[in-house]
């Protein structure tokens, strides 16, 4: 990891789900707060898209620059997407915009697809990428814990996470190796979603107020270099 700790002892994964030509303000925000991110997921196009982004390339080069791990943002379909397809934007993403590792999203949660998901990890490694961060948006099976080296374990809004239980098996793991990212939070309540992530052994998290089909496109006040609220 690069940079730092926050003064609390927390880190936030962004997923910053806007282009850098329609936004470049939470883009410029992210590279402000360069120390207290834990990475940034790059996600041109619901993965990298066809062909080079110049705009994304200058983000991700800032963001670098500033000493923030990036993250390629790939769809896995829950397992159903074809190995090809997945490692082709692998691919893509470590040559395009030079990312530390990969987000591979919409993961599987169940036991039986556990082996892909350690073949799609172990060809990200030879592709250079240095970091594996799943993303099944609850706790999956075990055995996903020993492939990642993130698992995100709760990504829905608000009202969802207040309700969120932990199974007994990840208490086993170091709160490091755990993220949540939550939506929908009210006003002033990103903090209370920091603490609770802290309680619920999550080391990392996020927290944003948007909604909808993709809440993720603003970055809010927690990535000020300095304590805010939204």
Not at 13 to 28: G, K, N, R, S
């Amino acid at each position: 990891m690069t940079g730092p700790a926050c003064d609390t002892g927390r880190r936030l994964l962004v997923p910053l789900y806007v282009h850098p030509a329609v936004d470049p303000q939470a883009w410029t925000a992210l590279v402000r707060a360069a120390t207290r991110l834990d990475g940034v997921i790059l996600n041109a196009a619901d993965g990298p898209g066809t062909r080079p982004d110049p705009a994304f390339a200058v983000a991700a080069t800032r963001l670098r620059c500033a000493g923030v791990p990036l993250l390629g943002y790939v769809d896995t379909g829950y397992g159903r997407r074809p190995l090809r397809a997945v490692v082709a934007d692998i691919r893509r993403h470590r040559k395009w915009y030079g990312v530390d590792g990969v987000f591979l999203d919409q993961t599987a949660a169940q036991a039986a697809l556990v082996p892909r998901y350690r073949r799609l990890a172990a060809a990200a490694r030879l592709l250079g990428a240095r970091r594996t961060v799943l993303n099944p948006g609850t706790y999956p099976d075990p055995g996903y814990a020993e492939i990642a080296d993130l698992l995100v374990t709760f990504e829905g809004d608000w009202a969802t996470y207040q309700r969120a239980e932990v199974p007994a098996w990840a208490h086993g793991h170091p709160p490091r190796r755990f993220c949540h990212l939550v939506y929908a939070v009210p006003h002033g309540r990103a903090d209370d979603v920091a603490r609770t992530a802290e309680r619920r052994g999550a080391a990392v998290h996020y927290a944003v107020p948007g909604a909808g089909a993709n809440p993720w496109q603003t970055a809010p006040p927690a990535t000020a270099t300095r304590k805010e609220h939204w």
